[in-house]
C-alpha cells in the first residue's frame, strides 16, 4: 500500500475515535479542514493556538484537534475566551461556535465582545437549525420553514448573524458556505490574521434535519442549493434588493481598524504602573 | 499523473466529492463509495480533498507530471 498521509492528521487528537461523529456530508468537517489547513500555511505553533467553543455539534470540533482546547459552557465560548486573551494576549483565540450557541443562548456575548473588540477569531457554523438536540428551530431557521419544533412553518423572522455582529462593531464580518471552500479559506486566514474582533459565518448544511424539512435529501443537493442562491458582495451591489431576495451573500462583509481591547487595557496599566 | 488516495475507512459516501469533481475524475463503485474512474482527467485543483469533511481523500500532485510525459516511458514510480 503506498503511503500517503492527509495533512490534517498531524492537528488531530490521536486518542479520539475517528471517523468523527458528525453525520455523513455535514459541513463542519469540510470547515474544520480548511481552518486546520490555514492554521498550518500561517504556521502557528500549537501551543499558540487556543480553541474555545460552546455546545452543540460543531462546538465538538475543539475536542479533535491538538491544540489548547477548552469546550465551555453552552453560550459562553466567547466568555471564557475574552478571559483566555486578557490573560495571556500572545495567543492566537479561536472560538468556534453554531448558530443556536452564538446568537441564542450566547446572543448578549456575541454582541458585547464584538463592541469590546477584544481580539478573537470567531467562527459561526450556521445550518439554520438545533442538530445535536433534534432539528429544532434556530435562530436562524428561514420563516416558514419546517422543522422539528415547527412542523407547520416556522412564525418567526431569522437573525442575519453577519449584520448583527457588523453593526455591535467588530473589526472583520465575513460570510461564506462549505461549498465555497477558496472563499472560506481566505476569509478564516483575514480573520485569523486580524487585529480586534473578527467573525466568519460559515454557512454549512444539516443533512440530517434540516435537508429533509427543506426537501433536500442529499449533501450533495443542499451544496447545490448553496452554489446556485450565493451572490458575491461585489455582485450583490449592482442588484436590486428584489433580486436579492432569498440569496446569500458571500465575501467581506466588513473590515475596519478599531483599537482592541487588549491593547486600550494594556495602554491603561503601563500609564498607571509609572507613576 | 496526479494521484488521488481515499480511505475508505473514513468515508461516510456522501458523494460530495464524486458530484463536485469539475473533471468528474471520480464515480460510486457497488458500495457507493468513490472510486478514480479517469486518472488521467485529474488537473490536481484538490477540490475534492478540501470538501470531504471526512479527511477521507487525499490528492498528491506529482510534480514530474508534465516533465514526464516526454521522458522516457518506464519511470520509478510509474
Same mark, same amino acid.
Given at each position: 500500500?503506498?503511503?500517503?498521509?492527509?495533512?490534517?492528521?498531524?492537528?488531530?487528537?490521536?486518542?479520539?475515535?475517528?471517523?468523527?461523529?458528525?453525520?455523513?456530508?455535514?459541513?463542519?468537517?469540510?470547515?474544520?479542514?480548511?481552518?486546520?489547513?490555514?492554521?498550518?500555511?500561517?504556521?502557528?505553533?500549537?501551543?499558540?493556538?487556543?480553541?474555545?467553543?460552546?455546545?452543540?455539534?460543531?462546538?465538538?470540533?475543539?475536542?479533535?484537534?491538538?491544540?489548547?482546547?477548552?469546550?465551555?459552557?453552552?453560550?459562553?465560548?466567547?466568555?471564557?475566551?475574552?478571559?483566555?486573551?486578557?490573560?495571556?494576549?500572545?495567543?492566537?483565540?479561536?472560538?468556534?461556535?453554531?448558530?443556536?450557541?452564538?446568537?441564542?443562548?450566547?446572543?448578549?456575548?456575541?454582541?458585547?465582545?464584538?463592541?469590546?473588540?477584544?481580539?478573537?477569531?470567531?467562527?459561526?457554523?450556521?445550518?439554520?437549525?438545533?442538530?445535536?438536540?433534534?432539528?429544532?428551530?434556530?435562530?436562524?431557521?428561514?420563516?416558514?420553514?419546517?422543522?422539528?419544533?415547527?412542523?407547520?412553518?416556522?412564525?418567526?423572522?431569522?437573525?442575519?448573524?453577519?449584520?448583527?455582529?457588523?453593526?455591535?462593531?467588530?473589526?472583520?464580518?465575513?460570510?461564506?458556505?462549505?461549498?465555497?471552500?477558496?472563499?472560506?479559506?481566505?476569509?478564516?486566514?483575514?480573520?485569523?490574521?486580524?487585529?480586534?474582533?473578527?467573525?466568519?459565518?460559515?454557512?454549512?448544511?444539516?443533512?440530517?434535519?434540516?435537508?429533509?424539512?427543506?426537501?433536500?435529501?442529499?449533501?450533495?443537493?443542499?451544496?447545490?442549493?448553496?452554489?446556485?442562491?450565493?451572490?458575491?458582495?461585489?455582485?450583490?451591489?449592482?442588484?436590486?434588493?428584489?433580486?436579492?431576495?432569498?440569496?446569500?451573500?458571500?465575501?467581506?462583509?466588513?473590515?475596519?481598524?478599531?483599537?482592541?481591547?487588549?491593547?486600550?487595557?494594556?495602554?491603561?496599566?503601563?500609564?498607571?504602573?509609572?507613576? | 499523473?496526479?494521484?488521488?488516495?481515499?480511505?475508505?475507512?473514513? #468515508? %461516510?459516501? *456522501?458523494?460530495?466529492?464524486?458530484?463536485?469533481?469539475?473533471?468528474? !475524475?471520480?464515480?460510486?463503485?457497488? &458500495?457507493?463509495?468513490?472510486?478514480?474512474?479517469?486518472?488521467?482527467?485529474?488537473?490536481? #485543483? %484538490?477540490? *475534492?480533498?478540501?470538501?470531504?469533511?471526512?479527511?477521507?481523500?487525499? !490528492?498528491?500532485?506529482?510534480?514530474? &507530471?508534465?516533465?514526464?510525459?516526454?521522458?522516457?516511458?518506464?519511470?520509478?514510480?510509474?
Amino acid at each position: 500500500m503506498r503511503e500517503t498521509s492527509h495533512f490534517v492528521h498531524k492537528y488531530l487528537r490521536s486518542s479520539k475515535r475517528f471517523p468523527h461523529i458528525w453525520c455523513a456530508g455535514c459541513g463542519i468537517g469540510i470547515f474544520m479542514q480548511a481552518l486546520i489547513r490555514v492554521i498550518d500555511r500561517l504556521g502557528y505553533s500549537k501551543d499558540a493556538v487556543v480553541m474555545v467553543s460552546g455546545i452543540g455539534c460543531s462546538s465538538r470540533l475543539p475536542v479533535y484537534v491538538d491544540f489548547n482546547t477548552l469546550h465551555a459552557t453552552h453560550g459562553r465560548a466567547l466568555t471564557f475566551a475574552t478571559g483566555v486573551k486578557l490573560a495571556n494576549p500572545d495567543l492566537k483565540v479561536i472560538t468556534i461556535m453554531g448558530d443556536g450557541d452564538a446568537v441564542s443562548i450566547g446572543g448578549n456575548h456575541l454582541i458585547h465582545a464584538a463592541r469590546r473588540n477584544v481580539e478573537i477569531a470567531s467562527f459561526i457554523v450556521n445550518n439554520h437549525v438545533y442538530g445535536m438536540t433534534g432539528g429544532q428551530s434556530s435562530p436562524t431557521t428561514a420563516y416558514g420553514t419546517k422543522t422539528t419544533s415547527a412542523p407547520y412553518g416556522n412564525l418567526e423572522a431569522a437573525f442575519d448573524i453577519s449584520g448583527l455582529v457588523e453593526a455591535a462593531g467588530a473589526a472583520f464580518v465575513g460570510r461564506t458556505t462549505v461549498y465555497h471552500t477558496p472563499l472560506m479559506e481566505r476569509l478564516v486566514e483575514k480573520s485569523l490574521t486580524k487585529k480586534g474582533f473578527s467573525m466568519v459565518e460559515v454557512l454549512a448544511q444539516c443533512v440530517t434535519y434540516s435537508g429533509r424539512w427543506l426537501g433536500l435529501n442529499s449533501p450533495v443537493e443542499m451544496m447545490a442549493w448553496q452554489r446556485d442562491n450565493s451572490v458575491t458582495v461585489e455582485k450583490a451591489q449592482d442588484l436590486t434588493p428584489d433580486e436579492l431576495a432569498g440569496k446569500i451573500v458571500i465575501g467581506v462583509l466588513a473590515d475596519r481598524e478599531r483599537p482592541s481591547y487588549e491593547d486600550e487595557y494594556a495602554k491603561l496599566t503601563a500609564e498607571k504602573l509609572k507613576v | 499523473m496526479t494521484r488521488v488516495d481515499i480511505y475508505r475507512g473514513w #468515508c %461516510k459516501r *456522501c458523494g460530495i466529492c464524486i458530484a463536485f469533481c469539475p473533471k468528474h !475524475v471520480l464515480d460510486a463503485d457497488q &458500495g457507493l463509495f468513490p472510486t478514480v474512474t479517469d486518472p488521467e482527467q485529474c488537473s490536481g #485543483c %484538490k477540490l *475534492c480533498e478540501m470538501r470531504c469533511p471526512d479527511f477521507a481523500i487525499v !490528492v498528491t500532485k506529482d510534480e514530474k &507530471g508534465k516533465a514526464r510525459g516526454k521522458a522516457k516511458s518506464g519511470s520509478a514510480t510509474g
